[in-house]
């Protein structure tokens, strides 16, 4: 037991410590995206091609001053960036981001965890960082807070939904909701060539999966709860400091979190060429495919402008919300009347 | 080797405990290291650089809520959805419930058309609109 509770530890340091490095080079990979979209080139003063810069923005955020605004909800004003954060961070250890390798003598599997509900559990504590952003909004008091923080949260909640419900169209396929198992079903190929990957089965799903999950992380073209001209900076606007740099972080950790999903649910996860004869291939690929996704996201950003508040409710409310129902309904007929497209067999 | 069952739970409550933990770090972190010199225009709500008007407690549009009773609706449906989407296909896969086959599919289907006949109801009603 007592090793099993070191690997679990020593499984969570790491994912940890590469997720925190992760965060703060994406603002940075965000930032340098955006200048060669823009024609420009990035910040590439402090240190080598900038890459220090992470490092002067976190040591700029822990020194400037901590300011709580005098009419505010104290403890709720400090809480609510935690509750932001905290759930974001839980998400990580369910995902699966390889196969097996030798290590010491043992077979370790590159996952921290399965868990037999694994997407059920990234859906549900994925919802619960809404708390931290309608409680910010509301601490705050400061109308444009509460304002956005009422609009990101009904954008937010509103969007939850058609993700929730792309995501049983990759259910009906594979029988479980263990993403471990989820990914071994993709495994192998159609044709010798063509991978078994859910994509190919699901693109409607895909496609609003990837606009469900746009919205989720008020990236734009959804971002009008933070954006600058409309609400000031939405619901973080009191806050300064490192309860600032946590909502920004919790904001790409979710990014992230709903990259990993995409790759795992729809795009085979860790699997590629060669991953039976090197294990360690399949965490580059889980890698690379991650991060194909985290830079069409930037590219997204970069490239259209954002949707006014009516619109982005409309959307989600009657187009995709109805979309996804209505591939759920096409996956369960053709599931029925085509059996073996199913891929878990018991 | 891998354990199965329950014992896989527990990381969640060490990972929960790490980030916890991390969190309140970062707090502490910043009230200990920045500077503490709160002055009047400092500690103001802002308001663009002007003295703020008005309240910022007072009652918000009822959209909100709305929007809010609306999702909770829409998510019980998916609620129901997920088991049943994991049980379909291990129904259709294995020979013993082979008779169960229509009966799961109509079920679930009937119980997406009277769902959708109340989303048609909510959109008719004109709660999706203005400012939606």
Redesign the interface.
């Known amino acids: 037991m007592t090793d099993l509770l070191l690997e679990w530890l020593i499984k969570i340091a790491v994912i940890f410590f590469i997720l925190i490095t992760v965060v703060a080079y994406l603002s940075y990979i965000e930032r340098r995206v955006a200048s060669w979209i823009q024609l420009r080139v990035g910040p590439n003063r402090v240190g080598p091609l900038g890459l220090l810069q992470p490092l002067a923005d976190g040591l700029k955020f822990i020194f400037k001053e901590d300011i709580i605004p005098s009419q505010a909800n104290k403890w709720l004003y400090i809480a609510a960036p935690a509750i932001a954060i905290v759930p974001a961070l839980m998400t990580f250890i369910v995902i699966p981001y390889g196969s097996e390798v030798n290590l010491f003598g043992r077979t370790v599997p590159l996952r921290v965890t399965q868990i037999d509900i694994a997407l059920l559990y990234v859906l549900a504590v994925g919802s619960v960082g809404v708390y931290g952003v309608a409680l910010a909004g509301w601490s705050s008091n400061n109308k444009y807070s509460l304002l956005g923080g009422l609009r990101a949260t009904a954008q937010m909640i509103s969007y939850e939904l058609s993700l929730g419900i792309s995501i049983v169209g990759v259910l009906l396929l594979a029988g479980t909701l263990d993403l471990v198992e989820i990914v071994e079903a993709q495994r192998g190929a159609w044709l010798g060539f063509i991978p078994k990957w859910n994509i190919f089965l699901q693109p409607f799903g895909f496609i609003i999966f990837f606009i469900s999950a746009l919205a989720e992380t008020n990236r734009v073209p959804f971002d009008l709860p933070e954006a600058e001209a409309e609400l000031v900076a939405g619901y973080f606007t009191e806050y300064s400091s490192m309860k600032f740099a946590m909502f920004f972080m919790s904001e790409y950790f979710h990014l992230i979190t709903v990259t990993s999903v995409a790759t795992t649910l729809y795009f085979g996860g860790w699997d590629g060429p060669g991953v039976d004869r090197f294990p360690l291939l399949s965490i580059v690929y889980f890698i690379i495919k991650v991060f194909v996704f985290i830079f069409i996201f930037m590219w997204i950003r970069f490239t259209l402008p954002r949707f006014r508040y009516d619109q982005l409710m409309r959307f989600g409310w009657k187009i995709l919300l109805p979309g996804a129902i209505l591939n759920v309904v096409i996956t369960a007929t053709l599931v029925l009347f085509f059996p073996n497209l199913i891929a878990v067999r018991p | 080797?891998?354990?199965s069952g329950v014992?896989?739970?527990?990381?969640?409550l060490?990972?929960?405990v790490?980030?916890?933990g991390?969190?309140?770090i970062?707090?502490i972190?910043?009230?200990l290291?920045?500077?503490?010199?709160?002055t009047r225009e400092?500690?103001?709500?802002?308001?663009?650089g002007v003295e703020?008007v008005?309240s910022?407690?007072e009652r918000?549009s009822v959209?909100?809520y709305m929007?809010?009773m609306?999702?909770l609706l829409?998510?019980i449906?998916?609620v129901f959805?997920?088991p049943w989407?994991?049980a379909?296909?291990?129904v259709?896969?294995?020979p013993e419930w082979a008779s169960l086959?229509?009966v799961f599919?109509g079920e679930?289907?009937i119980f997406?058309v009277i769902l959708?006949v109340g989303?048609i109801y909510v959109?008719r009603k004109g709660i999706?609109?203005?400012?939606?």
Do not use: H
């Not at chain 2, 014992?7 to 969640?12: D, E, H, M, S, T």
């Open positions: 080797m891998e354990p014992v896989n739970y527990i990381p969640i060490l990972i929960f790490i980030a916890a991390f969190a309140a970062m707090i972190m910043s009230r290291a920045g500077r503490n010199r709160p400092k500690l103001m709500p802002y308001e663009c703020p008005g910022a407690r918000q959209k909100f929007v809010a609306v999702f829409f998510d449906e998916a959805l997920i989407a994991v379909f296909p291990n259709l896969t294995r086959k229509y599919y679930m289907m997406m959708l989303l959109w999706l609109e203005w400012n939606r």
